[in-house]
């Protein structure tokens, strides 16, 4: 059973709009985390932003933004004012405590347009 | 400090050859982890360890092996390479306990 999952596939966004990037996740242990990585055309991986299942306050870095409802099991990377270094692929992925691995969503290709 | 590195950087392989893909990190990180990254399927994790003697398979280990001697190698082997292994391999790094792991610049594979 797919435990991340990114619904879109590509995203078109106008520049210095706000981007909402949507990740839902599955898991039955009670202590998990979930992270954000940026992959730009380059290839590295990049982190942005971490949120811990116990944490009660939304994660921010900057203009990354986690938006973490735990009832919904959902974890939307928000990006703030995006610009055209922001055209990347971006990850959710998530790490469960009991077996301390972490697996990675499909991934959303954005791209920014000027 | 390095972080993570890996070699090689690009590979060609014939089907049925075997080879190692190395990665090596310098920050005393206990967990090691193997990814492969392929067009629309975002990146699966083959194999993972969390310490020197200690691995454990992830979502693809099939057709890969790994060994790990010691806190700073963790080698990936592919024993009878397969043209569903052509991927892009990414190794990666964290201190057990904390959230952030640290990635290798990657080892583009073919096999034909």
């Known amino acids: 059973a797919q435990k991340i999952t990114q619904t879109q596939p590509g995203m078109f966004v106008q520049e210095k709009e706000a981007v909402t990037l949507d990740c839902t996740y599955d898991?039955?242990?009670?202590?998990?985390?979930l992270f954000w990585y940026k992959q730009p055309s380059s290839g590295e991986m990049i982190f942005l932003i971490y949120?811990?299942?116990?944490?009660?306050q939304n994660a921010t870095e900057g203009r990354y933004s986690l938006n973490f409802q735990k009832a919904r099991k959902s974890a939307n990377l928000v990006i703030s004012a995006s610009q055209l270094g922001d055209s990347a692929m971006y990850f959710c992925a998530m790490r469960e405590y009991r077996d301390d691995k972490i697996i990675f969503g499909k991934g959303t290709r954005l791209h920014i347009l000027p | 400090n390095a972080g993570v590195t890996q070699t090689p950087k690009f590979q060609v392989l014939k089907t049925g050859q075997s080879m190692t893909l190395q990665c090596a990190q310098d920050?005393?990180?206990?967990?090691m982890s193997w990814y492969r990254q392929d067009p629309g399927m975002g990146l699966r994790l083959i194999h993972y360890s969390v310490g020197a003697g200690i691995t454990d398979q992830g979502e693809v280990p099939n057709g890969y092996n790994v060994s790990r001697s010691t806190t700073e190698d963790f080698p990936l082997r592919l024993l009878s390479a397969a043209p569903s292994q052509t991927s892009v391999y990414f190794c990666?790094?964290?201190?057990?306990?904390?959230?952030?792991?640290?990635f290798g610049p990657g080892t583009r594979l073919t096999v034909t």
């Open positions: 898991t039955s242990d009670p202590s998990y985390g």
């Open positions: 949120q811990g299942s116990y944490d009660q």
């Open positions: 990666a790094s964290r201190h057990r306990g904390l959230y952030e792991q640290y």
């Open positions: 920050m005393n990180h206990e967990y």
